[in-house]
């Protein structure tokens, strides 16, 4: 099996190697959008705000140009818009890295809880979901981060989270965000929003 696998990678090596850089790029430029749409399909199938994104693809749900432009003028903006955070949880699901923004809005749910026992409860799910070491969708902490969450679950409060909800906010700013802003799936959602890219 090793020495087929090996074969089948020294021939795809062999391919590639004769194609010229330009013509490689242009190649994996054409099957990434052909891939496009069946991934964003196969996405919305597996996707837990399938309903939002079902009414995103629906004419009278549809977000309007002006809030595709808004979306790409900041991170902040996008998220405040539903469509364009479902669109968001779309892109990071295909990245692999959905948990940075499952974790994200959790604090934003987190901090608007005010009874005690609720603050408690969702804290220590917040922490087993994604801060715990080898947690179901950890996301990326350092250990004193992690720490000094670990402290506070005996007394939370609604600022408990707060420096990794930053951390991990800024993360997808500066590398998520913008690799959404100018993949095709944006690209698709403005020609929509434009009334283009449709299939009549």
Not at 19 to 41: A, C, H, V, Y
Not at 154 to 165: I, K, M, V, Y
Request: one cysteine or more; proline letters at 2%.
């Amino acid at each position: 099996m090793r020495e087929s696998l090996a074969f089948v990678s020294s021939q795809n090596m062999a391919f590639t190697d004769s194609m010229k850089p330009t013509e490689l790029s242009t190649d994996k430029k054409g099957i990434q959008r052909k891939n496009w749409r069946n991934k964003i399909r196969f996405l919305l199938k597996s996707n837990s705000s399938q309903s939002i994104v079902h009414q995103m693809k629906n004419r009278s749900y549809r977000p309007t140009a002006d809030d595709t432009h808004q979306w790409a003028q900041s991170l902040d903006k996008l998220l405040s818009h539903k469509y364009g955070k479902a669109a968001f949880c779309i892109f990071l699901k295909s990245e692999f890295c959905e948990e940075n923004i499952e974790f994200w809005t959790a604090c934003e749910d987190f901090r608007t809880l005010t009874s005690h026992k609720e603050l408690a409860s969702k804290a220590n799910s917040i922490y087993e979901e994604f801060i715990k070491s080898e947690a179901p969708k950890e996301i990326n902490l350092d250990f004193h981060a992690k720490n000094a969450i670990a402290q506070s679950l005996h007394e939370p409060n609604s600022d408990s989270f707060l420096a990794a909800q930053r951390k991990v906010y800024s993360l997808m700013e500066n590398n998520s965000y913008p690799r959404f802003i100018y993949s095709d799936l944006y690209k698709e959602l403005c020609a929509a929003a434009r009334g283009r890219g449709q299939a009549h």
